[in-house]
């Protein structure tokens, strides 16, 4: 894990325009990283997501879907954009 990642399972609802944020419920999701990932600095990990194992999370990337296992994902929205063949034992484009 590099520096300054965010990491929150917490997420605000605001449904009702006419009622202050602060006032509106909370929901929290659980984070899960899988071994042996790498996640670069100031990326951001939002609630209910899952970091698979071996997978890479660039830096600055902003994940609010599932990152398969044997991934690398980078943006904001992170998208996966190599996905590692154990066949041919190399990073293919996805």
Same mark, same amino acid.
């Given at each position: 894990? #590099?520096?300054?990642?965010?990491?929150?399972? +917490?997420?605000?609802?605001?449904?009702?325009?006419? !009622?202050?944020?602060? +006032?509106?419920?909370? !929901? %929290?999701?659980? @984070?899960?990283?899988?071994?042996?990932?790498? @996640?670069?600095?100031? #990326?951001?990990? %939002?609630?209910? %997501?899952?970091?698979? $194992?071996?997978?890479?999370?660039? #830096?600055?990337?902003?994940?609010?879907?599932?990152?398969?296992?044997?991934? @690398?994902?980078?943006?904001?929205?992170?998208?996966?954009? $190599?996905?590692?063949?154990?066949? %041919?034992?190399?990073?293919? $484009?996805?």
């Amino acid at each position: 894990l #590099a520096q300054n990642i965010v990491m929150s399972g +917490l997420n605000h609802v605001y449904e009702d325009v006419h !009622t202050p944020i602060h +006032l509106q419920p909370v !929901t %929290t999701k659980q @984070i899960t990283i899988e071994d042996d990932c790498w @996640i670069g600095a100031n #990326a951001v990990i %939002t609630a209910g %997501t899952t970091i698979g $194992k071996h997978s890479v999370v660039a #830096a600055g990337a902003v994940v609010t879907k599932d990152i398969p296992p044997f991934s @690398i994902a980078v943006g904001n929205p992170a998208r996966v954009i $190599k996905h590692y063949n154990s066949e %041919t034992q190399s990073w293919e $484009k996805v």
